[in-house]
């Protein structure tokens, strides 16, 4: 099992050895923003690392929305997203699940999401694994709860895509953590990576404030029964810089058994 954290995009790398980490998370451009990424110096080096590669699409994207504005933009930027971080050897291309607006047709988001991946079967289909987020807020959210989720995957069943589970925003959405995994797995039959976080919001409270994983309103000891029972790998988006997140992928590791990187 490969654990890792989200890190500064400058040198993944470097930030890969100050954590012990055998994976990192990164953006490609800026997060909230719309600029399309940049082929990165970098890329040989990243392609040839012993360091698993994820890459986060910008928060901005919304392929789910009503509003042309932002669905026609988000699905150029998905895609583009994905062939750069296939071009550094990702092993995968997180995106949130994104939500309709207050009185739109949700069932219309569902299908917002089956033509983003039609979309990009156009050009060949995307060059990596999308990895469809669960989102902690939101009524009209499309990977909140479960039965939106299996909604989405229904409108997806012609199309290969994954899942990554976060477990901040799956309590702060009202998902119990006890048998999550099952009950994600029953609808996905996947999940490609776990974001291990703890939350300073409540359950239920649908906010989206990461902690570390002995702080905040989640039992430590759910967030690893949740990595064990997922079997994929984890990245924790946690605060405190080098030194909280390292400790926080010390802690997994030593939960689960699996030494450092270097064992």
Request: with cysteine.
């Amino acid at each position: 099992m490969r654990i890792g954290a989200h890190v500064d995009p400058t040198d993944p790398l470097a930030e890969a050895a100050a954590r012990d980490a055998e994976a990192v998370q990164f953006f490609l451009a800026d997060p909230q923003g719309w600029k399309a990424p940049k082929a990165r110096d970098d890329a040989e080096r990243l392609r040839d690392a012993d360091v698993d590669l994820y890459v986060h699409a910008p928060y901005v994207v919304n392929v789910a929305t009503l509003n042309n504005r932002i669905r026609i933009p988000s699905r150029k930027l998905l895609l583009g997203h994905a062939t750069a971080a296939a071009a550094i050897g990702a092993k995968g291309l997180i995106v949130h699940g994104g939500h309709v607006n207050a009185g739109d047709d949700l069932a219309v988001g569902f299908d917002n999401w089956r033509k983003t991946f039609a979309y990009a079967a156009d050009s060949g289909g995307f060059p990596l694994p999308v990895l469809i987020e669960n989102t902690a807020g939101g009524d009209n959210a499309c990977a909140r709860h479960l039965d939106a989720l299996a909604r989405l995957w229904d409108a997806l069943g012609d199309y290969e895509v994954g899942f990554c589970l976060d477990t901040c925003h799956a309590h702060a959405g009202g998902e119990d953590l006890l048998g999550l995994v099952d009950r994600v797995k029953a609808i996905t039959g996947r999940i490609d990576l776990v974001h291990a976080n703890n939350s300073k919001g409540a359950f239920n409270s649908g906010q989206d404030r990461h902690d570390n994983l002995d702080g905040g309103t989640i039992d430590p000891e759910l967030v690893v029964a949740v990595i064990r029972a997922a079997g994929a790998p984890v990245i924790v988006e946690t605060p405190g810089g080098v030194d909280g997140q390292a400790a926080d992928i010390a802690f997994l590791r030593g939960q689960l058994g699996t030494g450092t990187s270097a064992a």
